[in-house]
């Protein structure tokens, strides 16, 4: 992922629309990519991950979406929900034991 | 409950004087790992241990210490703080470290007077 300074990219959408979080990654050599969610006060918390065999992944009104052709990676929510909001991380790994965290992007749902 | 507990949660302390973060995990990974989260930077690695005794380096691991005496604690040291290492810091687990999703901790934040 990339950094992005000091200040967090921030996503505003409206309850009940879909989210779409973006990420560009930084090594052609990752093979495994993950999606964290960040509550304010807690520890970034799993949500979906992708190999890089694969194009798309579908989890509970998550998607996320892998362009290796471009390294960008995306999470979509559907039906955004105030308990949606958080900092939202993308990660990458390379098969190693180190993974790679972007700076992450700020999530508000507005109800 | 399966979990990675950190203690404290929060730290205040001066320069100089040294400190431990202590982490444990329940889920009998192999493998565990330390970050720093400074705003903006999201979330760099300082530490890492792929099993008892056996640790590497991160990214930023000057004026850092780990040890792996035991697989479920990994405890963090800081043997002479300062203040560029005020930070929000977290322990994360996972089973084998590779092409895994990692277990995190609730943090600790550490200020460095």
């Known amino acids: 992922g990339e950094s992005v300074g000091l200040h967090l990219p921030t996503l505003s959408v409206q309850e009940g629309d879909n989210s779409i979080i973006n990420c560009a990654y930084s090594?052609?050599?990752?093979?495994?990519f993950i999606w964290y969610k960040q509550e304010s006060g807690k520890g970034p918390q799993f949500i979906i991950d992708?190999?890089?065999?694969?194009d798309k992944r579908q989890g509970q009104r998550v998607t996320v979406l892998l362009n290796k052709t471009v390294k960008h990676l995306s999470l979509q929510i559907a039906a955004t929900q105030p308990g949606d909001s958080a900092v939202y991380f993308c990660a990458e790994n390379t098969g190693g034991f180190k993974t790679i965290f972007g700076a992450g992007t700020r999530l508000f749902v507005k109800a | 409950e399966a979990q990675v507990t950190q203690n404290p949660r929060y730290l205040i302390t001066v320069t100089g004087k040294k400190l431990t973060v202590t982490c444990s995990q329940n889920m009998n990974h192999e493998y565990m790992s330390w970050y720093r989260q400074d705003p903006g930077l999201g979330l760099r690695q300082i530490y890492y241990s792929m099993n008892v005794e056996v640790t590497d380096k991160g990214d930023v691991p000057e004026g850092y210490k780990v040890s792996r005496k035991e697989k479920r604690n990994f405890p963090l040291i800081l043997e002479s703080p300062s203040p560029n290492q005020t930070s929000l810091y977290f322990c994360?687990?996972?089973?084998?470290?590779?092409?895994?999703?990692?277990?995190f901790g609730s943090g600790t934040q550490l200020s460095v007077l």
């Open positions: 994360a687990s996972s089973l084998w470290g590779f092409s895994e999703k990692l277990f």
């Open positions: 090594n052609s050599a990752s093979d495994y």
């Open positions: 992708i190999r890089s065999n694969m």
